[in-house]
Structures are given as C-alpha cells and as structure tokens.
C-alpha cells in the first residue's frame, strides 16, 4: 500500500502552500536558480594553472577563490532569507542576480588577484539569493508531494551543477581562455534574471510576510537551531553535502596523480557522475510516494555511508573502478536524500520559509567549506582524507536524522 509523500511530513506547524501547478517551466527556472552559485563555484577549477599564470600566484594560493566565494554565500544567506520573508522574493532574486552579473564582470576583468577575490565575494553575496530563494520560493508555491518533486529536481540540478561546470570550465578555458567562464556565467545569470522578470510574480504574498526587526530574526534563527523538526535533518542533509563538495576537492588529486586521468578525462569522470545524482533525484519522490519520505531519505543515508565505507576499504590501493564505484554509491544516497531530507527540514516552516532557506543553505555552506579544508587537513593520502570524511560524515548524518526520525 502506498503511503502519500505529505502524510509523512510534520503536519502541525505547516502552512497551506499557494495554489500552482508544477510545470516544466517553473521547474527549470527553479532549476536554474538553485544550480547557477553551484556552477559558479567549480567552473574555473581546469583554469587555476591557467589563472596564476596570468596572475603571477602560486596555484595553494587559488583555493581563496573557493573559500571566500563559500563564506560569503553562506553569511549572505543569513540576511536574505529574512528579508524576503519579510519583503517578499521577487525583488531579492532579481537585486541578487544582478549584483553576481556585476561580480562576474569584476573576476573576468580582474588584472591582479585581490581584484579577483573582490569579485568572488560579489558574485557569491549576489548568487546566494537565487540559491536560498529558489528553495524558498518552492516552499511558496507547492506542498507533500509537489514540494518534494520540485525541491527533488532543483536539488539535482543543484548537486548535478559541480559535475559538469569543471568539463564546461575546461572547454572554455582552451577555446577562449580563464576569463570567459566568467563571461558566461555572467550572461547565464542575465537570461535568468530575464526568465523569472518576465514569467513570475510574487510568489510571498502581504498576508503571509514576516514583519519580525533583527533582533527578532536573530532569535528566530536561534529557535530553529535549537527546534529539533529543523536542525536534525537539516544537519543531516549538510553533512553530505559537505561530503559531495570534499570529494569534487579531492577527486582532481586522486584521478589525476595517482590514477593519470588527464584533465580532459577528469572532467568527462565529473559529468558521468551527474547522471548518477539524476537517478536518485528521480527516485526519491517516487520511492517517497509509496514508503514515506523518512524511510527513503534514510536509505540514502545508509547507501552514502555505505559508498565511504567502500572508499575506505580500497583506500591502501586504489584503483579507478573501485573509486567509480565507491563514489558512485555514495552519489545515489547523496541523491535520495538531499531533496527528501530539504523538503522534511522546510515543510513545518512555510511562513518562514526565507529563514529556514536560508538557515539550510548556511549549513551546508559550512559544510561544504570544512569539508574542503578536511581533504588537505588531514594527515592522510587525498583518496584516504576523502574517505574518512564520507564515511564519517554519513554516519554522524545517520545519527542525527534518526534522532528526528525518533521524534516525529
């Protein structure tokens, strides 16, 4: 017997969902906006040799261009989630989508490396709206089963945007050079900010906006920290998140000097993998839709631990089939239960579904930043490093989404 997507959510803070039809185009708009901070963020990885040449920089010293673009997508996701539950979506996507133009203008026609950082951080303050909002706006529009189908592909494209950005960043680099990734993510966030201008209005109406003062979202932000329907499964998600982001850190050391991938070869290895998250994108609600949304999301869980724990046995001698696989079972947990585990973290929070966007994509942020710094940290080999960090993560995510599974 099948059991409905929304019957195994919490039910007793929700909000009734405006009224709207899930259809292909918003979907590829929410898409497109969870997935362009993604993009951004791994497309000039193939142009760092590239870039400190041009820039007279040592290449340790380029992995700024990802540490201070995590930190101010993730502190600036604080700030506009609150302020669009209180002012609405419409203007903050539009505002964020044209400040990261603006920051993508900076970084393609930087001449020394503070300039790029500069524009780094712009770029990230303003992409970051696109990226807590398209969650949010989703949270607006639709409700079980529909939010879980939308939050289901926007998160796949979101997880799928790293794996093919390095082959995209690649192409562009030895066709047009470093600066043209910028040049083309700038105009992707153009036609974007066009897309949404022309084909949704205000999806956060008066009658449900937020009027709360700082002080006020400040303590909101404590009682979702400390309101367990929110922080279990938001950790949880994070956790692998912050595992996804370790292994696209670490995967360019492994694959390439100690397996001999080239970089076209990485790149291609990326890409591959996207259709391994679109397959568990695909099955989450459907899997949801008939054992509830929990139980598959803690499958994922497991299938991810699993693909660590594979990781770590192979790690003394590794070889390409046995990364490919381990990596490929992790990928399909990461891919169940990112959207199901989002969705089971936003749904009690629909009149503030801006905050806990916002508040989520913080975590992961985090997440995502020490588990970048863990691959390099640690005193172990990258295929080692990579290991311990999915396996363990997985498992502390285990935990803690058992513990709000517990509860419900």
Known sequence: MSVSVIETLPAEAAQPATESKLTGGLLTLLAGLAAIGALSTNIILPSFPSIGAALNIPARDLSLTLSSFFIAFAVGQLLVGPLSDRYGRRWFVLGGLTIFIVGSAICGGAESFTMLIVGRIVQALGVCAASVLSRAIARD???????????????????????????????????????????????????????????????????????????????????????????????????????????????????????????????????????????????????????????????????????????????????????????????????LVNPLGTAITLHPFGQQAGLASALLGFLQMACAAAGTALTTALPLSPVGALSVILSGGSALALFVFLRKHGKA
């Open 141 to 335: 529009l639709f409700d079980g089963e529909a939010l879980a189908r939308a939050l289901s592909l926007t998160m796949v494209a979101m997880a799928a945007a790293p794996g093919f950005s390095p082959l995209i960043g690649s192409a562009l680099d030895a066709q047009f050079g470093w600066r043209a990734a910028f040049v083309v993510v700038g105009a992707l966030g153009a036609i974007l900010a066009a897309v949404y201008a022309l084909g949704t209005g205000e999806t956060h109406p008066a009658d449900r906006r937020s009027a709360a003062s700082l002080s006020a979202t400040m303590r909101d932000y404590a009682r979702l920290l400390a309101d367990t329907r929110f922080i279990f499964p938001a950790l949880a998600v994070s956790l692998i998140i912050g595992g996804l982001y370790a292994f696209f850190a670490a995967a360019p050391a492994i694959l390439m000097t100690s397996l001999g991938l080239t970089s076209l070869q990485l790149g291609l290895f990326f890409a591959t993998t996207v259709f391994v998250v679109f397959a568990g994108g695909l099955l989450a609600p459907r899997l949801a839709h008939k054992w509830g949304a929990r139980p598959v999301a803690i499958s994922g869980i497991i299938l991810a631990m699993l693909g660590g724990g594979l990781l770590l046995a192979l790690s003394a001698a590794p070889t390409f089939p046995g990364f490919s696989a381990a990596i490929a079972v992790f990928l399909l947990g990461m891919g």
